[in-house]
Nanobody, 114 residues
Framework: QVQLVESGGGLVQPGGSLRLSCAAS????????MRWYRQAPGKERELVAT???????SYADSVKGRFTISRDNAKNTVYLQMNSLKPDDTAVYYC????????WGQGTQVTVSS
């Protein structure tokens, strides 16, 4: 079955960096687009970044130039490098794939605060 396991979240000061990882299993990883979403308290889940099976990337305007999504098909892992973090980036970050329907990981908490 499809499994997504996120890691790498934590508490960081404004301007700091974090690298999130999502280890995937249960499907043919190189074939599929992978996405990172986030959900802040009291807000809807929003799409942050997408990487296609060909490696093309796209980003929400709010993170463009600060976040980088990448994938390692040999390790079945997708990453989200987050730089110049702001308090507004505080959220639970989720990995997503859609081989037949939406699958989600358990999420990893990112808190940006001084």
């Amino acid at each position: 079955q499809v499994q997504l396991v996120e890691s790498g979240g934590g508490l960081v000061q404004p301007g700091g960096s974090l690298r999130l990882s999502c280890a995937a299993s249960g499907f043919t990883f190189p074939r599929y687009f992978m996405r990172w979403y986030r959900q802040a308290p009291g807000k809807e889940r929003e799409l942050v970044a997408t990487i296609t099976n060909a490696g093309t990337t796209s980003y929400a305007d709010s993170v463009k130039g600060r976040f980088t999504i990448s994938r390692d098909n040999a390790k079945n892992t997708v990453y989200l490098q987050m730089n110049s973090l702001k308090p507004d980036d505080t959220a639970v970050y989720y990995c997503n794939v859609r081989p037949d329907r939406d699958y989600w990981g358990q999420g990893t908490q990112v808190t940006v605060s001084s």
